[in-house]
C-alpha cells in the first residue's frame, strides 16, 4: 500500500509542475490514437504492441516454475540418486555434480535470455 501512495503522489506531482501541454498521461490500453495526437504523428497501421498481457505474463510465470522445480528439486535429487546408484565417496566426484549442476544453471539463463529477447523482437 505504500508503494501505491508513493507512486501516486508521484504522479500528482508531476502533474502539478509539467505544464499541461507538455504532459501526456497515457495509459497503454488507449493504443496509438493518444500518444501520436500527442506527439503530432500519424497513427500506425500496424496494431499497438502489447507483451505484457495478462496471458503472457501468466504464461512465461508458468514456465518460469516449471524450470525452477526442474532445476532447483528435480535436477539435485537426480544428482543424489545418481551418486547413491554410483555408490559415489569420492568428493572430487560430489565437487564434479556440483560444478556441472551450476554450469548447467548457466545455461539454463542464457537459453532463457535469449528466449525471451527473440519473443520480444517477433513480437
Given at each position: 500500500q505504500e508503494a501505491v501512495n508513493f507512486f501516486n503522489e508521484h504522479i500528482e506531482e508531476v502533474m502539478r509542475v509539467i505544464p499541461p501541454e507538455n504532459l501526456l498521461v497515457f495509459e497503454v490500453k488507449e493504443g496509438w490514437a493518444p500518444l501520436c495526437r500527442f506527439l503530432d504523428l500519424p497513427v500506425p497501421d500496424f496494431p499497438f504492441p502489447n507483451i505484457n498481457d495478462t496471458a503472457a505474463i501468466d504464461t512465461r510465470r508458468k514456465s518460469l516454475k516449471r524450470t525452477s522445480y526442474t532445476f532447483i528439486v528435480v535436477l539435485p535429487a537426480?544428482?543424489?540418486?545418481?551418486?547413491?546408484?554410483?555408490?559415489?565417496?569420492?568428493?572430487?566426484?560430489?565437487?564434479?555434480?556440483?560444478?556441472?549442476?551450476?554450469?548447467?544453471?548457466?545455461m539454463m539463463k542464457i537459453v532463457n535470455d535469449g528466449s525471451l529477447m527473440k519473443k520480444g523482437k517477433e513480437s
Open positions: 537426480s544428482i543424489c540418486l545418481a551418486s547413491w546408484y554410483f555408490n559415489v565417496r569420492d568428493v572430487k566426484k560430489f565437487i564434479g555434480m556440483g560444478v556441472g549442476y551450476v554450469l548447467s544453471l548457466g
